[in-house]
T-cell receptor, first 113, second 114 residues
Framework: AQSVTQLGSHVSVSEGALVLLRCNYSSSVPPYLFWYVQYPNQGLQLLLKYTSAATLVKGINGFEAEFKKSETSFHLTKPSAHMSDAAEYFCAVKLPAGTALIFGKGTTLSVSS | KAGVTQTPRYLIKTRGQQVTLSCSPISGHRSVSWYQQTPGQGLQFLFEYFSETQRNKGNFPGRFSGRQFSNSRSEMNVSTLELGDSALYLC?????????????FGPGTRLTVL
């Protein structure tokens, strides 16, 4: 069965520092991958998605992620953290024939000034 | 376009009661999915509806059910509530059932079971 592992339930960075949130997937077939962000008391907002068109995917708010098949990874990065980036981030996967999103456990990002 | 709306936003029930949650998808979206979010289990897929038919179902007991109307609006029902059903219930809509279709989430309904 496919699954998603997010390494690190909590990541803390300083404002202006690099943000790196890790996501590894396990799937016997190439999956489709998504990163969502959730702010307190809100639903999930799509940051970016990988649909096999390009391995480096750029999303909203300066985030990007690179699909690495050899490492089964889809890590999320942002060159310079902003206070407003503090939120919970979820990596999710779908199989080619599937419609349901399978989510990782989430990573809470804290940004300090 | 208006986003996905869910009503009510907050709900308090007692064990044994039943509850109905409502979701209005983005205009033109035909697929509606439901997810349960809890601190312990994270985000879990409940079911998906398309053209008024359940197309996919997660691993939840039969107490959890849903339906979709001809205007794509959806409801989910939980009967005989248990304490463990306390969660944030999220609805997501997408234009179609394509695997690359983005699912757009509503703000959720927070259900507390006492």
């Amino acid at each position: 069965a496919q699954s998603v592992t997010q390494l690190g339930s909590h990541v803390s960075v300083s404002e202006g520092a690099l943000v790196l949130l890790r996501c590894n997937y396990s799937s016997s077939v190439p999956p489709y991958l998504f990163w969502y962000v959730q702010y307190p008391n809100q639903g999930l907002q799509l940051l970016l998605k990988y649909t096999s068109a390009a391995t480096l995917v750029k999303g909203i708010n300066g985030f990007e992620a690179e699909f690495k098949k050899s490492e089964t990874s889809f890590h999320l990065t942002k060159p310079s953290a902003h206070m407003s980036d503090a939120a919970e981030y979820f990596c999710a996967v779908k199989l080619p024939a599937g419609t349901a999103l399978i989510f990782g456990k989430g990573t809470t990002l804290s940004v300090s000034s | 376009k208006a986003g996905v709306t869910q009503t009510p936003r907050y709900l308090i029930k007692t064990r044994g009661q039943q509850v109905t949650l409502s979701c209005s998808p983005i205009s033109g979206h035909r697929s509606v999915s439901w997810y349960q979010q809890t601190p312990g289990q994270g985000l879990q897929f409940l079911f998906e509806y398309f053209s008024e038919t359940q197309r996919n179902k997660g691993n939840f007991p039969g107490r959890f059910s849903g339906r979709q109307f001809s205007n794509s609006r959806s409801e989910m029902n939980v009967s005989t509530l248990e304490l463990g059903d306390s969660a944030l219930y999220l609805c997501a809509s997408s234009p179609d059932r394509g695997v690359t279709d983005t699912q757009y989430f509503g703000p959720g309904t927070r259900l507390t079971v006492l």
